[in-house]
């Protein structure tokens, strides 16, 4: 019998998302699940009209809007599921976009988590920037996916349409295993909001799980809903809890030289951002570099016991200097060497 799965949606001010997205979610074929929206203490008419609309839908409201990683940890200790599907309010699914993930999950159980191909919902013929056809990252640190490299997302041609292990899985659509979430302690609440799902995943890896994605799921996504691309606040929490991450995951020996490196590195994008005429961009650069310096010095190594050695999804190289240097702007031309 296939696993019962709770398809968790967290809202905050989403009324007019919901309306939207959720008939794509409540037409998916796979029998033996739940559809849960997660309220982060909404200021608008979200769960009243999820109660008149949608009565099928099982609403959980959150006390605070303790933003992605605190909404989904408070919202998951409530529910008892073999497995949680964390599914952004803006994203499209396919019918039959849960069948093919659970069958490779069923087959190898060493599989903590999962996640779909992940197209634009506004070009769907191109890979979206959350985790587009699976996670990877560079010896340094930054983020980046089969099908999307920095800025750069590719046309979708079914270049990457094998079951292939990565290194994260996208907060926009993850499947993962209940048993799997809380053995790993759930997201780091303090990262509030973006890479809270790297971070999880990475601390799966030194547990010896495996991180997977199964393009032959398909779901599409507007992406950008709560902060643009742009936003100062966006790049802020992006560059403190990157640094935080790999502080928290990487061996002492690696930090010794990766840290300086990192902070030339950031001190370069943030003087690039200057020289654009966004100030604001290179600030909260600086800014993102004190905080995360604060949180280390207040909270000291807190490196997993054990790291297991798997370089899976890893790119032995600086995916700034093939993007900006050398204008490599494709997976395919890093990685693959196409």
């Given at each position: 019998m296939n696993p019962e799965i709770a398809i968790v949606i967290l809202n905050w001010n989403g009324t007019d998302l919901l309306q939207k997205f959720l008939p794509s979610v409540l037409k998916s074929t796979y029998s033996n699940k739940r559809i849960i929206v997660a309220d982060n203490a909404s200021t608008d008419n979200s769960v009243e009209m999820l109660r008149n609309?949608?009565?099928?839908?099982?609403?959980?409201?959150?006390k605070e809007n303790g933003g992605f990683a605190k909404g989904y940890n408070e919202a998951l200790k409530k529910i008892d599921s073999e497995i949680f599907v964390l599914l952004n309010s803006d994203v499209e699914v396919a019918e039959n976009w849960i069948e093919p993930i659970i069958d490779v999950m069923n087959n190898n159980k060493e599989i903590a988590a999962c996640q779909p191909k992940i197209l634009s919902y506004h070009n769907k013929l191109f890979f979206e920037y959350a985790g587009a056809c699976g996670g990877w990252i560079d010896k340094f640190g930054?983020?980046?996916?089969r099908g999307r490299v920095f800025e750069t997302c590719e046309k979708d041609t079914g270049q990457y349409d094998t079951v292939e292990e990565c290194f994260w899985a996208s907060g926009a659509a993850m499947f993962i295993r209940s048993k799997d979430f809380f053995e790993a302690g759930g997201f780091d609440e303090y990262f509030f909001a973006h890479q809270e799902e790297i971070d999880l995943c990475w601390r799966l890896r030194n547990k010896g799980r495996k991180i997977f994605v199964v393009p032959a799921s398909v779901v599409y996504h507007v992406g950008g809903g709560t902060l643009s691309s742009e936003s100062s606040r966006?790049?802020?929490?992006?560059f403190r809890n990157?640094?935080?991450m790999l502080h928290k995951n990487s061996s002492f020996l690696k930090l010794l030289w990766l840290k300086p490196f990192r902070l030339m590195l950031d001190i370069a994008a943030s003087v690039e951002n200057l020289i654009k005429g966004k100030p604001a961009n290179s600030l909260a650069i600086i800014k993102a570099n004190f905080a995360?310096?604060?949180?280390?010095?207040?909270n000291g190594k807190k490196s997993n016991s054990t790291i297991v050695k798997n370089e899976i999804g890893i790119y032995n190289g600086s995916i700034v200097a093939e993007y900006f240097l050398k204008k490599k702007k494709t997976f395919s031309e890093i990685i693959l060497n196409k």
């Open positions: 609309k949608f009565p099928e839908v099982e609403i959980i409201i959150n930054y983020p980046f996916a966006k790049i802020f929490l992006n990157n640094i935080i995360a310096f604060s949180w280390m010095i207040k």
